[in-house]
């Protein structure tokens, strides 16, 4: 009871000023902003981002997600995405407006300068949520793992007890063969394994690739029935009906001498 007591007069007994200058404070964290990089310039660290980014107002947290894909190396580690608080959400909405889709910019030698800022303010986003989407991400990829885990084992434990009754078939066999008893034949059982998505495009195309030549084929054999080859390789009319008009030329001409005679 007595503890109760002091701590109620210590709490009564407070400066006014140090009271408002509590809510001051928290309503200044309340302030806070983040804004939301999407992509990271190549090889930019924590350090970099943050000079960058104090030039429009006092920033607090920072953090860039690595790329566990990307190989080492000396120049440094390369990051997916980022996430930078800003003590107040108006510098970071007004970060997010000017610099989204722009250049990074600054002096020529700098490795970034042709690079592309992609900013978006998250409303109504604190620190610490995302704290809380981490935590979320990272058990549901614990999660993912220890399922992968548990079926590979289930796999491996099914493969070998499938070879140990084969071994263990195969022995009794060879027992009966040797007593001279008759083994009975083993059947064997075949099973079509649904096709994969690859294998199913790479038939598509292939089926595409044949009735293309198949029609290219029929074109040809079209046009080479409607056209015919003259000894010197040119193509011309058909030789029946070439024929037919030198014979109607010379029955005209042949009948108009007689006439004329």
């Known amino acids: 009871m007595e503890g109760n007591t002091s701590d109620a007069k210590d709490t009564s007994s407070q400066h006014p000023s140090q ?37 429009f107002g006092e920033i607090g947290n920072i ?19 980022g996430w930078v608080e800003f003590a107040d959400k108006d510098d970071a909405k007004q970060v997010a407006l000017c610099l989204n889709n722009t250049q990074v910019g600054g002096r020529r030698k700098n490795p970034w300068y042709a690079d592309i800022w992609n900013i978006k303010y998250l409303p109504k986003f604190k620190w610490s949520h995302l704290g809380e989407q981490r935590a ?14 548990s079926q590979v084992k289930r796999e491996a434990s099914f ?41 199913i495009l790479a038939k598509k195309q292939r089926q595409e690739d044949d009735e293309g030549k198949t029609h290219k ?7 080479d029935k409607k056209s015919t080859h003259r000894p010197d390789g040119e193509h011309g009319v058909g030789a029946l009906s070439l024929a037919a008009n030198k014979s109607l030329l010379q029955k005209l001409f042949s009948g108009g001498g007689g006439g004329g005679s």
């Not at 309503?27 to 090889?43: A, E």
């Not at 953090?63 to 995405?81: H, I, M, N, V, Y």
């Not at 070998?160 to 040797?178: N, V, W, Y």
């Open 19 to 55: 009271t408002k200058h509590k809510k001051v404070k928290d309503k200044k964290k309340d302030r806070s902003g983040v804004v939301y990089l999407s992509c990271v310039p190549q090889y930019m660290n924590v350090k970099q981002l943050r000079e960058m980014m104090s030039r």
């Open 136 to 149: 979320y991400e990272r058990a549901v990829h614990e999660q993912r793992l220890r399922t992968e885990i």
């Open 63 to 81: 953090f860039l997600q690595p790329d566990e894909k990307a190989p080492f190396s000396k120049k440094g580690r390369l990051f997916t995405e």
């Open 217 to 223: 084929k029929k074109r040809m054999r079209v046009r």
């Open 159 to 199: 493969h070998t007890q499938s070879f140990e009754k084969s071994r263990k078939q195969k022995d009794m066999e060879e027992r009966k063969r040797k007593r001279g008893e008759t083994v009975p034949e083993t059947k064997s059982y075949t099973f079509k394994v649904r096709d994969t998505e690859e294998e």
